[in-house]
């Protein structure tokens, strides 16, 4: 089980780089496993930071829309 302790950099590193990485592809999924080790309040935030890590874009992106099959919510995706 990956360790805990604050600071440590372990848990990010199995989440994001490690055996973890191919248990997850949604911010939804990875929040899902870091609620097991964080509090709700933590786990949303360093999952939206590690997916932003991960991916390069932010889960609330339109990227992230179209990439789960979703139409983007304006006309194009990308700077307005």
Do not use: C
């Not at 199995?14 to 990485?21: E, K, L, N, Q």
């Not at 080790?37 to 932003?52: K, Q």
């Not at 932010?58 to 789960?68: E, F, K, M, S, Y």
Request: hydrophobic residues 30%; positive net charge.
């Amino acid at each position: 089980m990956p360790d805990t302790t604050p600071g440590d950099n372990r848990l990010k590193r199995y989440w994001v780089y490690g055996a973890g990485a191919s248990k997850w592809s949604t911010f939804t999924e990875l929040r899902k496993h870091l609620l097991k080790y964080l509090t709700p309040e933590i786990a949303t935030r360093t999952a939206a930071s590690w997916f932003h890590l991960r991916y390069g874009f932010w889960p609330g992106d339109d990227r992230n829309r179209v990439r789960a099959g979703k139409p983007p919510r304006g006309q194009r995706i990308g700077p307005g």
